[in-house]
């Protein structure tokens, strides 16, 4: 077979998918409005109990259920396929297919297929379409969240690009210090057989310098003890921050309020809910939350180390004072408290 032929070939499969697309959108049944708590309960015990009594109008509501879940399932796998196609690389007709994916979303069908499709679509269409979702207040929140994840990766590489930019010129928001760290963003070192003194005179110095003038309003860095994937609903808006500043500002070299007040305005592109309305009031709270992991980092090092010295534990309670790295501050005066029992 030729490459033309081969070439045509593929439009053929791609313009069958789209018939097939168009079809499955066209057939679904009109999306059931909200159902009161005791008819979702009796749905999950229809499944589980074939044969249980159920009015009229009971059925005719799981009937109209089960017949919209096929037809989503139909729009899914159409979905997939052009998913697939677009990753082989086949010829299609890209603005059509972020058109039916954004519709596909707003329709309520699909799974996340409609999302992943846009993703794979890329720049600029499918990004495209994922920046009106992300901030379209209409759409599903966990659409929204998933949209939100695969938008920041398709611009990771911009985030990349700007961290890659010299700091000359920038206003640096860490100790010299804290900059010297080689360790990213998370602070501390790999365990050591025999940690050498300069190491430990090290980490003392950028705990002094880490350490705020007087004690902050909310404990940082927040907590969150929940799974990324299996806790989505109640991820917290500061980690998709995160998902932001990692590539943005990957160290403490980095940390400049230029990149920061960046970091803000792209966080609104992709509609993440802020704890701040001012980009200068951002790069202050972020500033200190980065500075927050890196004294945790500093501080988990001590303690699996076993550095007990009078210095480090004193540090460690003025971190508990000043509301910062709370949790491995404690477990360092908690280690050192076990070692002397012993």
Excluded at 157 to 167: G, N
Excluded at 173 to 198: H, K, S
Excluded at 227 to 238: G, I, K, N, S, V
């Amino acid at each position: 077979m030729t490459y033309g032929e081969e070439h045509a070939e593929a439009q053929d499969r791609t313009a069958a998918l789209f018939e097939e697309l168009d079809a499955a959108i066209a057939a679904l049944p009109a999306k059931p409005s909200l159902w009161p708590d005791e008819l979702e309960d009796l749905w999950d015990r229809a499944q589980e109990e074939p044969g249980l009594p159920l009015t009229d109008e009971q059925r005719q509501h799981f009937a109209a259920r089960r017949a919209r879940w096929e037809a989503s399932f139909r729009v899914q796998r159409s979905l997939r396929s052009l998913r697939k196609a677009v990753e082989r690389g086949e010829p299609l007709d890209r603005p059509r297919a972020a058109a039916l994916a954004e519709l596909c979303v707003h329709a309520g069908v699909g799974g996340y297929d409609h999302i992943w499709l846009l993703s794979a679509l890329g720049h600029p269409h499918g990004e495209q379409a994922l920046a009106r979702l992300v901030k379209d207040e209409s759409v599903d929140e966990g659409d929204r969240r998933e949209a939100r994840e695969w938008l920041t990766k398709l611009r990771e590489s911009q985030y990349e690009m700007r961290a890659a930019h010299p700091v000359e010129g920038e206003e640096l928001l860490l100790p010299q210090v804290v900059r010297d760290l080689t360790t990213g963003r998370a602070g501390g070192w790999e365990i050591e057989n025999e940690p050498t003194p300069e190491r430990f005179a090290q980490a003392r110095a950028v705990l002094e310098a880490l350490l705020p003038d007087k004690r902050l309003t909310s404990e940082e860095p927040p907590e969150w003890g929940g799974d990324w994937l299996e806790d989505a609903d109640d991820r917290p808006a500061w980690l998709e921050v995160e998902m932001v500043l990692q590539p943005l500002v990957p160290d403490a070299r980095s940390v400049t309020r230029e990149r920061l007040i960046w970091g803000w305005y792209e966080c609104e592109r992709l509609g993440i809910d802020l704890e701040d309305t001012d980009p200068e009031a951002f790069a202050d709270r972020w500033a200190t939350r980065i500075a927050a992991f890196l004294a945790r980092g500093i501080l988990e090092w001590l303690w699996r180390e076993g550095c007990f010295a009078p210095w480090s534990l004193d540090l460690a309670m003025r971190y508990i004072d000043r509301n910062v790295a709370v949790a491995d501050a404690t477990r360092l005066l908690t280690e050192a408290a076990e070692a002397g029992s012993q």
